[in-house]
């Protein structure tokens, strides 16, 4: 009787919970048993190991092999287990020292040659393994994103190499953890929009103070093209959120990019994708749109074109920064802190309001599109900005399109400065005793405010992000205080309640 112990970590979400595989050789009729809420996938694992010992010269044990997936009540999936099973078998058998793998957590599906495959979600558990000071072996494949965790990762391509490196025969060489701190530019400058004073100045604001926008006006006068430029305003991101968004590829088995390293993401859905495509789902389930977002920036062009069961699945996202999704085969929650900026047309026809075009559509037709969009999520928005047809003079060759994104996005990081260090969240997250102490306003202000909710029959949400806005105005000014120039220009930010 003969047993070995190794570690490995399992995939909920982008949690990565640890997992001891015990490996136990017995007398009796030859047999090869996996317990532990093992999935199809990980049952099929001695099928695979199997093949890939005897492929790589090893003696398969004609023994009873038991292996245990602990801790038993938790499920286990994919072939990531295949490696340390594989390892485990050889270590009860005495091929490499025991202790060789007491501090080291093993990932890795082998090919029935004995070649290693990468596995999908490493990137979580090599930080999980970091915090624990342990290090990892994982497949060639995945190195570079167990390397931007982990401060010392094995890499190996096949089973006969990790085992030779055990017994000190070839040893692998060491990576050390990435610094990855180089940002590339965005592509897309504001200075590339000509015109348009209005719509950047909100641009800005939202970009300051993470507030959620939508830009409503007729087809062609830059709705995408300013929507598109939001990310490169906005502040890079820290190695934490850098990590935390790389983790949703990861978990989706996708390669993480290294161009624009800790530039925030800028996701941007057709209108033809389904509730599951935005807030994820699945099986799995796996993550979403809205997580694929985190960190930036989900962009929604054709608002009222999307279904409507889709855009009303994104309000508790907009509210909580996360999802939780329970399918009958398990149940995940992915971060989704993101910032929605969304564009729209007035009217189905597109030109209500439109100083060179005639609008076709009738009042009735307005108001069932605009009715696709919902009240609770219209209010979840802070800015509603209109964005009128620019001047035609303004569009001839050579005319300057004003500052640059990277003028702009000086100031916007100040901002963000100064608010993580009043209260450790942006303006738009502000809740609580924390807006009590950040939102200090006049009495002339608090009389604008409430006289603005009664006229245009704010709702108590809409109420609060009108504040926001304002200290976000006031943060941009460098006024402590918010007065009613900045409750006034929050207000004029706000054009659909006008329209109500």
Known sequence: MSLAILRCRAQYGTDAPPVTIEVFLSGGLPAFTIVGMAETAVRESKDRVRGALIS????FPQQRI???????DMKKAGGRYDLAIALGILAAKKQFPRNAL???EVYGELSLGGEL????AILPAALAAQAAGRHVIVPKCNEVEASLACANVYPATSLTEITAHLVGKELIDVVEKTDLA???PASNDLSDVRGQQHAKRALEIAAAGGHNL???GPPGTGKSMLARRLAGILPTMTDTEALETAAIDSVLGMPIAMHGWRQRPFRSPHHTASASALVGGGSGPRPGEISRAHNGVLFLDELPEFNRRALEVLREPLEMGRISISRAGGQAEYPANFQLIAAMNPCPCGYLGDRFADCRCSGDRVAAYRRKIS???LDRIDLHVEVLRPPTELLRSGESGGESSKTVRKRVEKTWALQLERSGVNNARLSGEDMDSACEATDECWALLESAAERFNLSARAHQRVLRVARTIADLAGDKKITPPHVAEALSLRCLDRQA
């Open 56 to 59: 790589s010269g090893f003696e």
């Open 102 to 104: 007491d501090n080291v």
């Open 66 to 72: 038991t292996v245990s997936l602990a801790p038993a």
């Open 214 to 216: 939508l830009f409503v």
């Open 375 to 377: 009240g609770p999520l």
């Open 117 to 120: 495959r990468s596995v999908p």
């Open 182 to 184: 180089k940002v590339d």
